[in-house]
């Protein structure tokens, strides 16, 4: 099984801070997504990266897959109390294996 | 339905007993999966189905937890011999073939053995 490191383990943040949380392997990943889960809930996706060096946006929430496809990062610009909740990192090595996850980074976003 | 369904959302049993997990994944998934997920932690990987091919089973954590799944259709989560360490919320996930294919989850079971 592929190994995820997501570090922080938690960060406690004010509103309108921004923040960076790091999903790191040493191996490769074929695709690596990111996904944030709320207290009761499942997870939910929020992105798909698939390409080394790629860079995607989704509103205030920027990713980027590293060039050798091995690590990822997600920035979070003037977090919102909204952002609270868990982030969780997972990757597949080729299209026919399983999705596995990291252990997730816990924001909480104070107002 | 539109979304991952599990049942029960939540599931008491006493040590000992066995235990029975039901997940209706979304239509035209050929992907399946099940995770465990304790208190305060991220996903733990289970087991994986993906279409006629045979699961993978390689993240059971041990002989007492098995799964099935019924063609493209329903799969259900046994652990039998419930130990109070298997106390966790019990996710499953549903998603379409390929690499970049997202997994939709369902509001996972609360498993409590007391």
């Known amino acids: 099984t592929q190994l995820l490191e997501q570090s922080p383990q938690f960060l406690s943040i004010q509103e309108g801070e921004n923040l960076t949380v790091y999903c790191n392997s040493s191996?490769?990943?074929?695709?690596l997504q990111w996904y944030r889960q709320e207290p009761g809930e499942g997870p939910v996706l929020l992105v798909t990266?698939?390409?080394?060096?790629e860079v995607k946006k989704l509103k205030r929430l920027t990713f980027q897959f590293g060039d050798a496809r091995k690590d990822s990062s997600l920035h979070i610009t003037a977090a919102q109390p909204g952002d609270t909740g868990l982030y969780l990192c997972?990757?597949?090595?080729?299209?026919?294996?399983?999705?596995?996850f990291g252990k997730g980074t816990r924001l909480s976003v104070i107002a | 339905g539109a979304g991952v369904s599990q049942s029960p959302s939540n599931k008491v049993t006493e040590k000992g007993k066995d235990v029975e997990l039901r997940c209706d994944p979304i239509?035209?998934?050929?992907?399946l999966y099940w995770y465990r997920q304790r208190l305060g932690q991220g996903l733990e990987f289970l087991i994986y189905?993906?279409?006629?091919?045979?699961?993978?089973k390689s993240g059971l954590p041990s002989d007492r937890f098995s799964a099935e799944r019924t063609g493209e259709s329903v799969s259900t989560l046994t652990i039998q011999r419930t130990q109070q360490e298997d106390s966790a919320v019990y996710l499953c996930?549903?998603?379409?073939?390929?690499?970049?294919?997202?997994?939709?989850f369902g509001q996972g079971t609360r498993l409590t053995v007391v």
């Open positions: 996930a549903s998603s379409l073939e390929g690499q970049s294919m997202g997994a939709f």
């Open positions: 191996s490769v990943f074929s695709s």
């Open positions: 990266v698939v390409t080394g060096g």
């Open positions: 997972a990757g597949r090595n080729s299209g026919n294996t399983p999705l596995v």
């Open positions: 239509s035209g998934h050929t992907a």
């Open positions: 189905f993906q279409g006629n091919s045979a699961p993978d």
